[in-house]
């Protein structure tokens, strides 16, 4: 390879040699970043080389920072830490060569939908186990993510970059601040001095994606991010997933809190507890009570009081007799009517708990709706049971402007421009996507059934030698999603495309998502896109 090979484009050095490997092709890219699958020519087996941008040898300590880091990573030896095999520097390009693995990263898991609880049991112990032996030497990971996290073609779950952050300084916030914000303890992103607590917390949030398919925290800027992480209580995972176990969730808040004298002590404490949530979720719920000294789970077995997000706490009932001027004698019989149903309730426990009090039940209701009626109308139909479906046109999410076409509307984020339109007689098409072509949205409809699924299939996707089928999966609304693996098209980069088909009366919506393939995915990239799919209508 020669000397200006660092000018060259990533996807140049396929068929170069950097030392011993030959690049074969690109298997992933993140932003600081882009993993090849090569050939190590000396032992003939297949390998990831890491490859490094050359900016970085612009600093004159990096290659000493860099071996020295390497170094101590590299003498991990644990069944679930990806080995790294050799490093170096070839004509201005850094690398690292460490084991291939087929399955890919958990992040790309859950874009395929996110798992069963009970599959999550054993990768959490596989790297749980792997954390714990890291913190025993003195090694703290600082960027665990469901990127970091890799899989084998059987599932196994390995931990990989420990303390590439720290040797590449990363700088995302201008403070010095090493890590990924969506993932970042308070006390990191504090930029005060850490320790294995910290990995634990990280371990918590990314639980937590893994059983609800997003991060916990949404905010347009790092900084907006890291200032959530510090002051801003975990959601529950159950406003994003049905049928969440309380057992769970008061492992996710153990394992979250704020100050790391209340978090688990271990990662394999965590995970414990986290396989006993599932197997025997009473147990694990009165030992939350005895160990959390932050969280204060309900009273087992006592009815819970109704809660509504963004409502404000006890002290509403203190307000003045003036803040309630908005009521009207319908919200004021409907609030009758709610107490009244809750008492009837109360007394429909089954025998052996009738000596239980059902005032907390009755009292939820009355702080609900009075804070209901406090609120004027704002709140009101919510809670009244009068708010009419989802409108037509969403909200925008933040930093999102709604695009509305004739037969649709979306949320599309101010940092994707339209890129094309292709709509032809068959369909309307459009395209939009972020200036580093990393990622796209396209919206196509076909109208007065002209097509279904199959036919628009064969039409627009048949003979694509560029994709190769992954799964596919029906939700309960009827959308089918199909995914596939797109490797050297002549109009995108490597990477993954999901499709969702939406039969909404006489019209069928396609939806395509694409994310470029990502060592270290850009999180805050795939809620993007998520949110753009949630805000999705079809004017029917």
């Known amino acids: 390879m020669s000397d200006d090979s660092q000018n060259l484009p990533s996807d140049e050095l396929i068929g170069k040699t950097l030392g011993q490997y030959t690049i074969l092709e690109e298997a992933g890219r993140g932003g600081m970043a882009t993993v090849y699958l090569a050939k190590q020519t000396s032992m003939n087996r297949n390998v990831a080389v890491k490859v490094l941008p050359p900016h970085f040898l612009h600093d004159p300590n990096f290659l000493e920072r860099f071996q020295r880091e390497v170094e101590v990573i590299s003498a991990l030896e644990h069944p679930h830490i990806l080995p790294i095999y050799d490093y170096g520097e070839a004509n201005g390009v850094p690398y690292i060569a460490m084991r291939f693995l087929g399955g890919g990263s958990m992040a790309q898991m859950i874009r395929r939908g996110v798992p069963d609880l009970d599959d999550l049991i054993r990768p959490m112990r596989q790297i749980s186990q792997a954390l714990d032996y890291a913190h025993k030497q003195g090694i703290i990971h600082r960027d665990l993510k469901p990127g970091n996290i890799m899989l084998d073609g059987s599932d196994n779950a390995y931990l990989s970059d420990f303390g590439i952050a720290r040797v590449m300084g990363s700088d995302l916030t201008g403070s010095a601040i090493i890590g990924t914000p969506a993932y970042m303890s308070p006390e990191q992103a504090h930029g005060m001095s850490i320790d294995g607590r910290s990995d634990i917390y990280s371990l918590g949030v990314v639980l937590f994606e893994l ?76 030992a939350a009570q005895a160990k959390t000294k932050s969280v204060a789970p309900p009273v087992p077995d006592e009815p819970e009081m109704p809660t509504v997000q963004g409502m404000p706490d006890m002290p509403t009932m203190q307000q003045p007799k003036s803040a309630m001027s908005d009521s009207t004698p319908a919200m004021e019989a409907e609030i009758e009517r709610r107490v ?174 694409f994310t470029a393939d990502a060592s270290e995915p850009d999180e805050a990239t795939i809620s993007r896109l998520q949110l753009m799919l949630d805000s999705f209508r079809v004017d029917a």
């Open 211 to 286: 059983i609800t398919g997003r991060e916990p925290y949404q905010a347009e800027t790092p900084m907006a991010l890291l200032l959530k992480h510090i002051n801003e209580p975990m959601p529950p995972a159950r406003d994003f997933r049905d049928g969440v176990p309380d057992s769970v969730e008061h492992v996710l808040a153990k394992a979250t809190d704020k100050d790391p004298d209340n978090r688990y002590s271990s990662a394999r404490e965590m995970a414990e507890a986290f396989e006993t949530a599932l197997r025997s979720p009473n147990e694990t719920r009165h």
């Open 340 to 513: 009244q149903s809750a008492l009837k309730e109360s007394q429909k426990i089954e025998p052996e708990e009738k000596k239980r009090s059902p005032l907390p039940l009755v009292f939820g209701v009355i702080v609900v709706l009075v804070a209901v009626v406090g609120g004027g109308v704002l709140f009101a139909p919510q809670i009244l049971g009068t708010q009419a479906s989802a409108p037509a046109v969403p909200t925008p999410f933040a930093g999102a402007d709604t695009i509305e076409n004739e037969s649709y509307s979306v949320s599309i984020p101010d940092a994707f421009t339209r890129f094309e339109n292709n709509s032809d007689i068959n369909r309307t098409y459009e395209k939009w996507q972020p200036s580093d072509e990393s990622a796209f949205i396209t919206v196509a409809t076909v109208a007065d059934n002209a097509m279904n699924i199959g036919s628009y299939e064969a039409r627009y996707y048949d003979g694509d030698t560029a994709l190769t089928f992954i799964d596919e999966a029906i939700a309960e609304d009827g959308t089918v999603r199909k995914s596939y693996r797109v490797v050297d098209s002549s109009d995108m980069p490597n990477g993954q495309l999901d499709i969702f088909y939406m039969q909404r009366g006489d019209t069928l919506a396609v939806i395509e998502l």
